[in-house]
């Protein structure tokens, strides 16, 4: 792991008040192309899966090397790039994430589709570790929560606009169609961030060393064990959820798509809602929306007979799955004040885990006991989150005394 981090000082950034909410907001359409790109392809699944002739579950896997990817290499690699720049820094990973969209459109076996999986993971955590730091920052610290919730507003719009529109545009175009389509959208966003984006005087490099005392603090690591368990939880169903919607609930594969942006649309309302409470109580929020979230997972396959009745809890499900986004974030880096830029890094690389753990249990489930007792193993492990809360908040009030 490299020696050396960032910090960024409060004349880092060269940008007005409008500057300022300009640059948040090309950062949350930036954000939008790279979830998009990260999650599209559990849209994909199916089809994918047929085509190259293997099983969901072995397709699944694509989804656990991005996580892991991005768990193992994100630390050093913003540890190593996140003075730099951040104007030429955020261009250069749109236009990674752009090759490497054309290189899986091209892919003729799964070999070639997860190498085009791997490198875009690389950069990933890049960007969302210095992201948010930027607009943390920017915000100030009485409005970070708001201000990383309006950069976590990409994964929003990706999970109503991005990965349905992408799983419906792939039904006409097939999944290759829909990867030339994401790399057209990271070259289009990489032009748009070099022009627009204010430009950042360079920072101050910063032994990772120093900030990586927080290690030390078992607070902050019951932050992190915290966010990998909600985050196993949520994708041990969510990766599966299209599969779920076809062969469990008996949607059509066409109408796919038009449930997943259903799905993303409610989760404007958790992204905004997450934002809200988490600078009010950081634990506190996340015991509401842990709970909510295991309550939607559960109860799909009972609803999934009736259509209405299972839109309802997909309701439930798809807040909480948002919601849990931002607050995630702004909990481990509310968690380490003095290490931002690493605090939120690493938050990242804990959810990727949670990620990459959440599709293995899932697809082993899928196998072992069938597609239908997905919610339920999903929900015993968002329980596992919910006794991590509490003992995260009374290890936060030992420590505080």
Not at 214 to 238: E, G, N, V
């Amino acid at each position: 792991m490299s020696s050396l981090d960032s910090t960024v000082s409060p004349t880092a950034l060269d940008t007005t008040r409008t500057g300022s909410g300009l640059a948040i907001l090309i950062l949350a359409l930036a954000g939008f192309v790279i979830v998009t790109t990260e999650f599209l392809i559990i849209g994909l699944l199916p089809a994918l899966a047929r085509d190259l002739h293997i099983s969901i579950s072995n397709a699944g896997l694509l989804v656990t090397l991005f996580a892991f990817t991005v768990m193992l290499c994100g630390p050093p690699l913003t540890a190593m790039l996140s003075h730099l720049d951040r104007k030429r820094m955020f261009v250069a990973i749109l236009l990674i994430f752009a090759a490497s969209s054309a290189l899986a459109a091209l892919s003729s076996n799964i070999w070639v589709l997860a190498l085009a999986r791997f490198i875009p993971a690389l950069a990933l955590p890049v960007f969302w570790g210095t992201a948010s730091e930027t607009a943390s920052m920017m915000a100030g610290p009485e409005h970070a929560g708001r201000a990383v919730s309006r950069i976590y507003l990409g994964i929003s719009a990706a999970m109503l606009f991005g990965i349905p529109l992408g799983t419906l545009f792939s039904e006409a175009v097939g999944w290759r169609g829909a990867f030339w389509g994401l790399a057209v959208l990271s070259l289009v966003m990489a032009v748009l961030l070099w022009a627009y984006m204010p430009k950042t005087a360079p920072t101050q490099k910063v032994r990772l060393a120093e900030q990586a005392k927080i290690l030390a603090d078992p607070t902050f690591i019951a932050h992190l064990l915290l966010s990998i368990l909600l985050f196993t939880s949520m994708f041990t169903a969510y990766t599966y959820l299209a599969d779920t919607l076809e062969r469990v609930a008996g949607v059509a594969s066409a109408q796919v798509g038009w449930w997943l942006m259903g799905f993303g649309a409610v989760g404007l309302i958790g992204n905004w809602l997450g934002g809200r409470f988490v600078d009010r109580s950081p634990l506190g929020s996340t015991l509401v929306f842990a709970l909510l979230l295991g309550l939607g997972m559960s109860a799909t396959v009972p609803a999934a007979g009736s259509l209405p009745l299972l839109g309802v809890v997909l309701l439930v499900w798809g807040i909480a799955h948002t919601a849990l986004f931002p607050i995630c974030q702004i909990r481990v880096m509310k968690a380490a004040p003095q290490a931002q830029a690493l605090a939120g890094t690493l938050n990242v690389s804990a959810a990727n885990a949670g990620i990459g753990l959440g599709s293995i249990i899932g697809g082993f489930t899928i196998e072992q006991w069938g597609l239908g007792t997905i919610g339920y193993v999903a929900t015993v492990v968002a329980v596992l989150a919910l006794v991590m809360v509490l003992v995260t908040s009374r290890l936060s009030k030992s420590t505080s005394r």
